[in-house]
């Protein structure tokens, strides 16, 4: 079965530090895609990141980062230098490619991050 | 500005009642879907359609209905089989091809029980 784990339900830091998501997904599918949504208290989902199976570069955005490890089956997003506007829920999310196109998205419950000023 | 709007924002629901929820997007995408949060856990697919008058039950489909008479529309019926209805429910659109796109959300409809 398709599932997307992210074990950290809240984290809080204090402004400026760096902070690390975890996600682990499953799948018995080759081909796949894996996001990364932010939701606001304002509640809107946000695209921040798509990565495919077949790319297993790193990806840095500005503060945002990405580690995907095939070999752990992770996805893992680090926030440098926090700030109060990165408080949010954030989820990882996973789609699978078969039958041809389908972009149907698993998501994982979510981890609340909460930067103090 | 291209995007997605859900309305309203807020919705009450009295018992066997049924209420519908709206969805309007003008990105031109194919596939629309319907998603409900609930506090603590991740978005749940309620229903998806890939193309106009199509459309497939997702995980949690039990005591709700949708249609897609239109590209750009794809109404959320609640009806009064869904006996805990009360939640976030976020509707989103994407292309429909192999890779995968990314979904566009709206900013969503929280339903609550009188």
């Known amino acids: 079965a398709q599932k997307v784990t992210q074990a950290q339900t809240e984290i809080s830091v204090v402004e400026k530090e760096d902070v690390t998501l975890d996600c682990v997904y499953e799948?018995?599918?080759?081909?796949?895609?894996l996001f990364w949504y932010k939701q606001p208290p304002s509640g809107e989902l946000v695209f921040l990141i798509r990565?495919?199976?077949?790319?297993?570069q790193n990806e840095i955005s500005g503060r945002y980062s990405w580690n995907f490890q095939k070999s752990t089956s992770s996805f893992n997003f680090t926030i440098t230098a926090s700030q109060v506007v990165d408080s949010a829920v954030y989820f990882c999310?996973?789609?699978?490619?078969?039958?041809?196109?389908?972009?149907?998205?698993?998501f994982g419950t979510g981890t609340l991050l909460a930067v103090q000023p | 500005d291209g995007g997605i709007t859900q309305s309203p924002k807020y919705l009450f629901r009295k018992e066997g009642q049924n209420v519908t929820l709206s969805c309007e997007q003008n990105?031109?995408?194919?596939?629309m879907y319907w998603y409900r949060q609930d506090p603590g856990q991740g978005l749940r697919l309620i229903y998806y359609?890939?193309?106009?008058?199509?459309?497939q039950k997702g995980d949690i489909a039990e005591g709700y209905s949708v249609s897609r008479e239109k590209k750009e529309s794809f109404p959320l019926t609640v009806t009064s089989a869904q006996k805990n209805p009360t939640a976030f429910y976020l509707c989103?659109?994407?292309?429909?091809?192999?890779?995968?796109?990314?979904?566009?959300f709206g900013d969503g409809t929280r339903l609550s029980i009188l």
């Open positions: 989103a659109s994407s292309p429909f091809d192999v890779s995968n796109q990314p979904q566009h």
């Open positions: 990565r495919n199976s077949f790319d297993e």
């Open positions: 359609s890939q193309i106009v008058n199509d459309f």
């Open positions: 799948t018995r599918d080759t081909t796949y895609y």
């Open positions: 999310a996973l789609s699978e490619v078969y039958g041809g196109a389908t972009n149907k998205l698993i």
């Open positions: 990105l031109n995408h194919d596939a």
